[in-house]
């Protein structure tokens, strides 16, 4: 079945203590990227990848980090994670960069406290 | 670059009565648009899309929207709403590369019965 996985899909962490929510598809895709979602502010883009090793900032990517080491893995990384990252995240993929369609994980509801 | 505003955070309807949830966007290039929606729990689920050709474009669950370039809008219309059909629903819309969706607030449809 395709699809786009993340996990884990709830964390519940302390202030400062880095964290990785790893992204997996197995689509064969080419370009992947992290979207996180806050309640009246639809969903925003944090980072994307076009390929392996190739990476660019998004609308908000501070206070994360992203990497391609393999086609079909982009793990987000909170080095420091700090209240105002808590959020719902999304990743998403697509066959290429023009590609009309994005498939999305279930999402990882994050807290840090 | 490209905005999206949904007018309705929450619609709250009847079941089998019609629905419309209104989507307009900004943008000074050609654009792409589409309906996600997102059911309880889960990830971004692919609604409709427009990308060229007949400007009324439907769903394999009776949802329709329309693109109306001179209004800017790409409203989401279905005649007859079921209960499953409650869920929160998100306009977006992509120029050219499709690098980068940009996202609506989110529309949340709750269906009475």
């Known amino acids: 079945e395709a699809q786009v996985t993340q996990n884990p899909r709830y964390l519940i962490t302390v202030t400062g203590k880095k964290l990785t929510v790893t992204c997996s598809q197995n689509?064969?895709?080419?370009?992947m990227s992290w979207y996180r979602q806050d309640p009246g502010l639809g969903l925003r883009q944090i980072y994307y990848?076009?390929?392996?090793?190739?990476?660019d900032k998004g609308d908000v990517p501070e206070g994360y980090k992203v990497s391609r080491k393999e086609k079909r893995n982009f793990p987000l990384i909170l080095e420091s994670p700090s209240p105002n990252q808590t959020s719902l995240y999304f990743c998403?993929?697509?066959?290429?960069?023009?590609?009309?369609?994005?498939?999305f994980g279930q999402g990882t509801r994050l807290t840090v406290v | 670059a490209q905005s999206v505003t949904q007018l309705d955070s929450q619609v709250p309807v009847f079941e089998e009565a019609p629905v419309e949830l209104r989507c307009n966007y900004s943008s000074s290039v050609s654009v792409y648009l589409f309906w996600y929606v997102q059911y309880p729990n889960q990830g971004l689920q692919l609604l409709l899309k427009?990308?060229?050709?007949?400007?009324l474009v439907e769903s394999i669950n009776g949802f329709e929207a329309e693109f109306n370039k001179s209004q800017t809008s790409f409203h989401l219309r279905k005649p007859s709403v079921h209960i499953s059909d409650t869920a929160e629903y998100f306009c977006a819309v992509s120029a050219g590369n499709f690098n980068k969706f940009y996202f609506g607030s989110g529309t949340k449809l709750n269906v009475k019965p």
């Open positions: 998403a993929s697509s066959l290429s960069q023009g590609s009309p369609e994005a498939f």
């Open positions: 990848s076009m390929n392996v090793e190739v990476t």
């Open positions: 427009y990308l060229s050709g007949s400007t």
């Open positions: 689509m064969n895709h080419e370009y």
